[in-house]
Structure formats: C-alpha cells, structure tokens
C-alpha cells in the first residue's frame, strides 16, 4: 500500500486523540506531509475509531487535487496552505479540545505564561478571527495566527497545532489544552502575569534549535 507508514501513524494518531479526550467522535482532522507534492489527511465524517489504512486520502497540497472516491476533511485546504506556507512543518491536528475551545469562544489569546509554553508553542498563542468552517477568510486568519507559532485558537471553533512530526503536533496539542486551563484558572485567580515577549521568543527559538534536535539524538 502507498504510505502506508504514514497511514499507520495517522490511523493510532486518530485513536490517541479521542482517547486523550482531544476531539470527539469525527470532530477534527490531521494530515501528515509525505512529500514535497502530497499529503495524507483523514476523512470527512468518518469515526476515528473505525477509520481504516484506505479511509486516509491523498492530496496534492499545492492544487487540491486527490484521485480518492473519499471525500477528504473540509478542513484540507487549511492543511495545505500550512504545508505550502511553513517549509518545517510535517503535521498538523486540528482539535476542539475543551480547555482551548473554551479561550477559543471567550474570544481570549493567550500570553506565554509558563516556560514550557513558551518552548513548545512560541512566544504567545493567538486568536484567529472567526470564519465559515472551510472558507478561504478561515484559512486566512489561521494563517495569520500561526506566524512563528506552533499553535492557535480559533474563534469559536477550536485549535489548530504543527509539528515537525507527528510527536510534536501532539505534544503542541496537549501543551495548549494544559495551558489553557492555567489561563482559565490564573484569570479566574485576578488574572495572568505573562513573560516578557522577547524572553518567551528565546525560549521557543531555543527550544527548536537546541533541546528539541538533543532530544532527538537521545531517542
């Protein structure tokens, strides 16, 4: 079967999601970049837990293009521009994880308020303005959000997050559900006293290139 590595790994990465409570029943969406031309992205309205290795479809990122009788995700056009906009990126996961969709819908950005946020998602985590699920206003404001960041909210809708693997994606994905509910409960406490922006910028860009490429190595 053709990619059937990356298939695999979307295929446990869907169970893991619902598992971990990040999405529920076909709610949400990730993709893998396989190659310069292509990406593979999960189903529209298929269930994460009977999808199957040829339930994933095969997506020119650059024209939209697939050959599949499966629908792809509503959301691959968002997929695409991400690939073809950010060189690094290799996976992304679109959520609405309960924490994060909860900023999402205050209408809230999130400040970098603890080191580790800082390393993993980038100096704050924006809001993307609100847009029709599938639009190209959607694919615009979310792109907009995720300039040098790993994560974003989006209005009324959920979250997206990146990685340079499927590993970070997730580990982006499970950082801003723990940051938001810091933020939740810090403003509820009279409110979040963030890290100044050029350190939380140090702390990403050091984490990109140093920890993260030593812990490879380590693997």
């Known amino acids: 079967m053709e990619h059937e590595i990356f298939r695999k790994q979307i295929v446990e990465a869907g169970k893991y999601l619902l598992s971990s409570g990040l999405v529920v029943r076909t709610?949400?969406?990730?993709?893998?970049?396989?190659?310069?031309?292509?990406?593979?992205?999960?189903?529209?309205?298929?269930?994460?837990?009977?999808?199957?290795?040829?339930?994933?479809?095969?997506?020119?990122?650059?024209?939209?293009?697939?050959?599949?009788?499966?629908?792809?995700?509503?959301?691959?056009?968002?997929?695409?521009?991400?690939y073809c906009s950010r060189n690094e990126i290799n996976a992304v996961i679109h959520t609405h994880q309960q924490y994060a969709s909860a900023v999402a819908v205050a209408g809230k950005k999130i400040p970098a308020i603890t080191d580790d946020q800082a390393q993993i998602l980038g100096a704050s985590v924006r809001l993307a303005k609100y847009a029709l699920t599938g639009s190209k206003q959607l694919v615009n404001n979310t792109l907009n959000a995720l300039k040098d960041r790993m994560a974003a909210l989006m209005s009324n809708h959920g979250a997206i997050c990146l990685g340079r693997n499927l590993d970070e994606a997730f580990t982006a994905c499970q950082m801003l559900e723990k940051t938001s509910k810091i933020f939740i409960d810090a403003q509820a406490l009279g409110g979040v006293k963030p890290i100044k922006k050029s350190l939380a910028t140090q702390l990403h860009l050091d984490y990109l290139n140093n920890y993260s490429v030593k812990a490879l190595k380590n693997v």
Do not use: C, F
């Open 27 to 82: 709610w949400g969406n990730i993709s893998l970049r396989v190659d310069e031309t292509y990406m593979l992205i999960t189903p529209s309205g298929r269930r994460y837990e009977d999808l199957a290795l040829t339930d994933l479809v095969l997506v020119n990122y650059h024209t939209l293009d697939y050959k599949s009788s499966i629908k792809p995700s509503s959301e691959t056009e968002l997929h695409s521009a991400i």
